[in-house]
């Protein structure tokens, strides 16, 4: 009759070689998520850079056409002494909305992430922006890559006319 003879040596990978081989996978994936992080915060900065120069384009032309831009209108009220922030509460006047109203633009520009609760808390990110009678204009951004306000080149400009 015929033998079956049984393999004593099976073909296969064991439980260890398995779990060795998805530890090393695992490891390999979470750096290039993390180079990955690094890549989109500095995309994020990138697109608040292009921001600023089309808010600027737009406080230029509304400034031409006004002969001047608005101080910030936070909470409707002039507000001599607050800042305008992207990220303003819900209920309260839009950032830049000036902009909107007056026929420059129907959008305005928001931060990527945009989750700023007021002034400067660290870790997040709005745009920012006055002008005062006296001082002038400022627009900026906190960069992600160095965690520091960032102020769009001459915009702490004095020669601004401020309404």
């Known amino acids: 009759m015929?033998?079956?003879?049984?393999?004593?040596?099976?073909?296969?990978?064991?439980?260890?070689?398995?779990?060795?081989?998805?530890?090393?996978?695992?490891?390999?994936?979470?750096?290039?998520?993390?180079?990955?992080?690094?890549?989109?915060?500095?995309?994020?900065?990138?697109?608040?850079?292009?921001?600023?120069?089309?808010?600027?384009?737009?406080?230029?032309?509304?400034?031409?056409?006004?002969?001047?831009?608005?101080?910030?209108?936070?909470?409707?009220v002039n507000d001599y002494g607050g800042w305008d922030y992207s990220s303003q509460p819900i209920g309260t006047p839009t950032f830049l909305s000036f902009l909107i109203t007056g026929g420059i633009t129907p959008r305005v520009p928001f931060d990527p992430t945009n989750n700023m609760p007021g002034d400067d808390t660290p870790g997040t990110y709005a745009y920012k922006y006055y002008c005062y009678p006296g001082q002038g204009l400022a627009l900026g951004y906190r960069s992600e890559k160095t965690g520091v306000t960032t102020f769009y080149p001459r915009f702490q400009d004095p020669d601004w006319t401020c309404l």
């Open 2 to 76: 015929f033998k079956i003879h049984k393999n004593k040596f099976k073909k296969g990978f064991t439980l260890i070689e398995l779990l060795v081989v998805v530890a090393i996978i695992s490891l390999l994936s979470s750096i290039v998520f993390a180079s990955l992080n690094s890549a989109r915060a500095k995309a994020r900065d990138a697109v608040r850079a292009q921001d600023m120069q089309t808010i600027y384009t737009m406080l230029v032309q509304y400034s031409l056409q006004y002969n001047g831009i608005p101080t910030p209108n936070t909470y409707g």
